[in-house]
């Protein structure tokens, strides 16, 4: 069973300072790794995934992610958090073409002017 | 291009009761997924369909069912309410083929449904 951890409920940042939300991930096989956003009160919005290539991979707002297979990690990150950065965060997970996406429980950023 | 849409938005039901949701994807998507949001449990996977057939089940009790129209339009059912499916219910969109899916999904605003 495929499943992703986000160990941290919420994380405080100031703004202008570096940001990190963590996942890990566990499937059988490659998986297919994405971040998206909820803003309050707004649907989900896809930030980045990661298929297959560079570990690194660029997406929207400039958000970043590294996908770590040895740690089985996939965590995002900002050089530099903004205050409209705040917001839910949910790493996603899928091990095939075919399999259901598992969703993470989310990561509650706040950013702190 | 026209984002996912949900209808409605809101309900209100009362225990016992059944519901129908529904959502039109983004034109040209073929799969359609749906899931539950609730405080706490993050977004749980329903089912997932791809050119009327479910392809993926999550693991929930039988009163949840849902389908698909030959236009990619869904439609989720609860039938049976009870005071724990109060959750937002989320309807998500991709492009997808006959050989799986690799795409991000696009999400509707959600239909927000409250049991009494």
């Known amino acids: 069973a495929q499943s992703v951890a986000q160990p941290e409920d919420q994380v405080n940042v100031a703004e202008g300072n570096p940001l990190t939300v963590k996942c890990t991930y566990s499937?059988?096989?490659?998986?297919?790794l994405f971040w998206y956003v909820q803003y309050p009160n707004r649907g989900l919005q896809f930030l980045l995934k990661?298929?297959?290539?560079?570990?690194l991979v660029k997406g929207s707002y400039g958000f970043e992610a590294e996908f770590n297979k040895s740690q089985t990690s996939f965590h995002l990150k900002k050089p530099s958090a903004l205050v409209s950065d705040s917001a839910l965060y949910f790493c996603a997970v899928r091990a095939g073409g075919y399999q259901k996406v598992t969703f993470g429980i989310g990561t509650k950023l706040q950013v702190i002017p | 291009k026209a984002g996912v849409t949900q209808t409605p938005r809101y309900l209100i039901k009362t225990r016992g009761q059944q519901v129908t949701l529904s959502c039109s994807p983004i034109?040209?998507?073929?799969?359609v997924s749906w899931y539950q949001q609730t405080p706490g449990q993050g977004l749980q996977f329903l089912f997932e369909?791809?050119?009327?057939?479910?392809?993926n089940k999550g693991n929930f009790p039988g009163r949840f069912s849902g389908r698909q129209f030959s236009n990619s339009r869904s439609e989720m059912n609860v039938s049976t309410l009870e005071l724990g499916d109060s959750a937002l219910y989320l309807c998500?969109?991709?492009?997808?083929?006959?050989?799986?899916?690799?795409?991000?999904?696009?999400f509707g605003p959600g239909t927000r449904l409250t049991v009494l």
């Open positions: 499937v059988s096989g490659n998986p297919y």
């Open positions: 990661y298929i297959t290539g560079d570990n």
């Open positions: 034109s040209g998507h073929r799969s």
């Open positions: 998500a969109s991709s492009l997808a083929s006959s050989g799986g899916s690799y795409n991000e999904q696009f």
């Open positions: 369909y791809f050119s009327e057939t479910q392809r």
